[in-house]
């Protein structure tokens, strides 16, 4: 494939641990192994504590990968919590603005505020995997399903189609190198479902995991996110979201059904659920609170008009597809299938 992927660290230095050496070496393999080109940014493999102190080196290796002609696909290391501090470092004097292009950008998690970031540029970007989660599973293969996507994606630019895994598997207990060959857990999947509305809708998907659009809203986690979310415009406008398709995942901290619908509230009362044509819902991780969830989706939304798709393999629950941002998608209940139209 002659493929160039460049792994970034925009939220936590994880892959730069001793811990995880193993999964490091199986994730670069699997690449090599695709046909692709392996480089780590700058300060990737630096650690936690140094790149929890220095998201301005975050930023700086986002814009050098890409400024760098070599690179095709950005692909992210991980998520986190706070790569809502390269905001400065990215906006400030049009840094970002002036480097930006169309290559693969493909992350999840707290990857969603990087996502906004870029959808600000006008950025089309990929959502649903990253290097440690899925391209470093220690099972003896990648999951097929995320490998399916993966595959897709590095081979034609872009994903066609979605439908439904037949399986999901349970989240790991531990990740040392005991595990390596060790087989997940798996389960029959139930497919897409449909809460309510019209069994097909279109629009544009946008959106990822709603822990991390809670910190555009909320300063519980930190006491400047609110702030410094607001000065760079991160979060679309509703002129922006009308006639969109949001898509909203629970992350790893499984969220009971308190805290979720205190966030569901606060996107209702910035006034997304108005004006999107549809909401896409990724299966919650090792399913737990999914029965919650869906009566609190149709309780807080409000409004039996608006379609609710549940289940979708999207986000912290294994396996993963992967989404496009930006491309008109039409949804299909019935026929179990989301499609894209470049």
Not at 18 to 42: D, Q, Y
Not at 134 to 161: A, H, K, N, V, W
Not at 165 to 188: C, K, L, M, N
Request: charged share 25%; hydrophobic share 40%.
């Amino acid at each position: 494939m002659g493929k160039t992927v460049e792994i970034v660290s925009l939220s936590s230095g994880t892959i730069g641990e001793a811990c995880v050496a193993h999964e490091l070496r199986i994730g670069v393999e699997r690449l090599k192994s695709m046909g692709l080109e392996v480089s780590f940014a700058s300060h990737a493999l630096k650690g936690l504590d140094y790149i929890r102190e220095h998201p301005e080196d975050r930023a700086s290796d986002l814009i050098e990968a890409y400024a760098d002609p070599e690179v095709d696909m950005i692909l992210c290391a991980m998520g986190g919590d706070d790569t809502y501090r390269l905001l400065p470092f990215l906006f400030e004097e049009d840094r970002l603005k002036k480097v930006v292009n169309d290559k693969i950008f493909l992350g999840f998690s707290d990857t969603t505020i990087n996502h906004f970031m870029l959808h600000r540029l006008g950025v089309n970007t990929f959502y649903g995997q990253s290097f440690l989660a899925d391209l470093c599973e220690l099972d003896s293969e990648m999951l097929p399903y995320s490998r399916q996507y993966f595959e897709e994606l590095i081979i034609t630019g872009t994903i066609r189609e979605i439908r439904p895994s037949p399986v999901w598997y349970e989240e790991r207990t531990a990740f040392d190198e005991s595990q390596i060959g060790v087989p997940r857990t798996e389960h029959e999947n139930r497919g897409f479902e449909l809460l309510q509305g019209p069994s097909c809708f279109s629009g544009k998907i946008l959106g990822g995991c709603i822990d991390s659009m809670y910190d555009v809203f909320d300063n519980g986690r930190y006491e400047d996110s609110v702030k410094l979310c607001r000065r760079y415009g991160l979060f679309p406008s509703l002129d922006d979201w009308k006639g969109r398709i949001l898509l909203l995942e629970t992350s790893e901290e499984k969220p009971d059904p308190d805290r979720y619908e205190k966030m569901l509230v606060a996107l209702k009362e910035y006034g997304v659920f108005g004006v999107v044509s549809g909401v896409l819902i990724g299966k919650p991780m090792d399913e737990v609170y999914a029965e919650a969830y869906k009566s609190l989706l149709v309780s807080v939304i409000d409004n039996p008009a608006l379609p609710i798709l549940f289940n979708v393999n999207i986000g912290h629950a294994t396996p993963r597809c992967i989404i496009p941002f930006g491309i008109e998608a039409t949804v299909d209940a019935k026929g179990q299938v989301i499609r894209f139209v470049r």
